[in-house]
């Protein structure tokens, strides 16, 4: 039986504030996707800092091709099942597609998000000016907002596929820009994934909010992983960003802690795991 918070460790809780502390400090942010409440509980005991309830679990977990048929009630049930599994690791979850189509829809979905499914921290993709509006209002309504920028899952169809970012000095120089835009918006946390690993080292310098690398280079605050692919159960070829930390090792606790310490100790990601 899955036993509940009795047996909490006593890891003191990681907060929006002190991961802003650890960002100054030069402590590295660990933040990898659970989905249900038993892969919570392993990513608790493991200390892991940061638990996000992706809408990549429209892939990893319903088996679809892209995160865009997601809905906000799926994702409410998923991080109310994620919470009930975390003491001190602190929860994001993610606005699904269209869920922040204007400001009343994305405050309708993070208070559900914060207050149904027990969230501490909503995700957004992109820099748009709807976008920017509904990072403000969130934030003025004590809803903290992780940002989401370069390849951003849910503009699948605007890209032409999962295509990486800021390759090109213009597109590099307008993702620095908006980098720039969400802090000043007020998001608290920056998720870069698939850009180049200088531009992610770029970007983590010009703002002074924690960046949260995914095939973003090993310069970035933090990293994140999608569970299912740091496990090597993502049925295909392993992402090129992602590793399998199950490989060599008996258990899921065991690849969880792995995972940890070569991103605090900057082992992971390795120059393989980032695009030039
Ligand atoms: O949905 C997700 O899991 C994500 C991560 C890939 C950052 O957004």
Same mark, same amino acid.
């Given at each position: 039986?899955?036993?509940?918070? =009795?047996?909490?460790? /006593?890891? %003191? ?6 991961? *802003?502390?650890? %960002? ?12 249900? $409440? &038993? ?5 608790? +005991?493991?200390?892991? #800092? ?13 088996? !679809? ?9 799926? +994702?409410?049930?998923? /991080? ?8 001190? /690791? ?7 597609? +269209?869920? #922040? ?26 820099? &748009? ?18 940002? !989401? ?17 800021? *390759? =090109?000095?213009? $597109? ?12 000043? $918006? ?14 992610g080292e770029r970007i983590t310098r010009a703002v002074s909010i924690p960046t949260i ?5 090993? !310069? ?8 299912? #692919?740091?496990?090597?159960? /993502?049925?295909?070829?392993?992402? %090129? ?11 899921? $606790? ?23």
């Amino acid at each position: 039986m899955y036993v509940q918070k =009795a047996n909490a460790p /006593t890891r %003191k809780p990681v907060t929006v504030p002190s991961l *802003r502390a650890m %960002k100054a400090e030069g402590r590295r942010i660990v933040m990898l996707t659970a989905y249900d $409440a &038993s892969f919570a509980a392993q990513l608790e +005991m493991a200390g892991v #800092d940061v638990a996000l309830v992706g809408d990549s679990l429209g892939m990893v977990v319903q088996g !679809h091709a892209s995160t865009l048929s997601v809905t906000l009630d799926q +994702m409410v049930y998923h /991080t109310g099942m994620v919470a009930r599994g975390l003491h001190a /690791t602190l929860l994001v979850a993610d606005l699904p597609f +269209m869920a #922040d189509r204007d400001v009343p829809h994305a405050l309708e979905a993070g208070a559900r998000l914060v207050g149904e499914g027990g969230a501490a921290m909503v995700k957004i993709e992109g820099a &748009s000016p709807h976008i920017l509006e509904a990072i403000s209002a969130l934030t003025e309504r004590v809803i903290p907002v992780c940002s !989401h920028l370069g390849l951003t899952p849910q503009s699948v169809h605007k890209f032409g596929g999962f295509r990486i970012q800021g *390759r =090109a000095q213009e $597109a590099a120089d307008a993702l620095v820009a908006q980098a720039q835009a969400v802090e000043a $918006a007020g998001a608290s946390l920056l998720v870069l994934e698939g850009i180049p690993s200088t531009l992610g080292e770029r970007i983590t310098r010009a703002v002074s909010i924690p960046t949260i690398g995914i095939g973003a280079g090993p !310069h970035c605050d933090g990293q994140v992983l999608v569970i299912h #692919d740091m496990l090597g159960i /993502t049925p295909g070829k392993r992402p %090129k960003f992602s590793k399998d930390f199950l490989a060599g090792r008996d258990s899921v $606790a065991a690849a969880i802690a792995a995972y940890a310490e070569e991103v605090r100790s900057g082992a992971f990601p390795a120059p393989e795991h980032g695009f030039d």
